[in-house]
């Protein structure tokens, strides 16, 4: 089954890619099929219009979120034409990332996101370069991590909301430091509770 849209409550989840530059140790697709009983691993990248064709079923919900079990900037043309399509339509949408954008998509991408997304939110889930590539394995390295900061940034200046998140799981240091780093950015900082 190619699981496209799934829902988790009142919101729908979009999964266009299983694509990461990531591999986290605290993942939710670590040695899984399923995610909330949904086989979530594509057999193939659905094209922005297959989406979009299906969306209109699923118009009853408070909220649009693209999310996988991949990096949804990896598809960032698909990205942004589901999400002006929904915004076109009236409807909340959400983007969750490892915040890599640029290193993976080019330059510019929160500008590109205007106007297609409302919120954009990003896992630090450390403090630290250090931290956070000994934890979330990024094929980009160390310099990932400074990569996240810029972005959330940019996502503020170009009028998006930016939430930095962090997971339960780790140290509390990690937390406070991600704390930190939030005030000073002024974003949002989320703690997310991790699932098993």
Known sequence: MNTILYKIGSK????????????????????KTTYY???LWLRKEPPAEEVIAK????????EFVFCGFGEPLYALDNVIKIGKYLKDNGKKV?????????MIA?????????????????????????????ICHSE????????????????????LKAVLSIVDCVEKAEIEGAKRIAARLGVELRIREFVK
Do not use: H, M, W
Not at 107 to 121: F, M, N
Not at 140 to 159: M, Q, R, T
């Open 55 to 62: 969306l209109p079923a699923y118009f009853d919900s408070t």
């Open 37 to 39: 009983d949904y086989p």
């Open 106 to 134: 080019g330059e510019g991408v929160a500008k590109k996101l205007a106007g297609s997304v409302d919120t954009v939110s990003i896992s630090l889930n450390a403090s630290t370069k250090e931290k956070y590539q000994s």
């Open 140 to 159: 980009f390295g160390e310099e990932a991590f400074d990569a996240i900061l810029k972005f959330a940034s940019e996502c503020k200046a170009a009028g």
């Open 12 to 31: 729908i989840y979009i999964n266009l890619t299983n694509k990461c530059s990531n591999n986290c140790d605290f993942c939710v697709r670590n040695g």
């Open 94 to 102: 959400r983007l969750n990332t490892n915040g890599q954008a640029d």
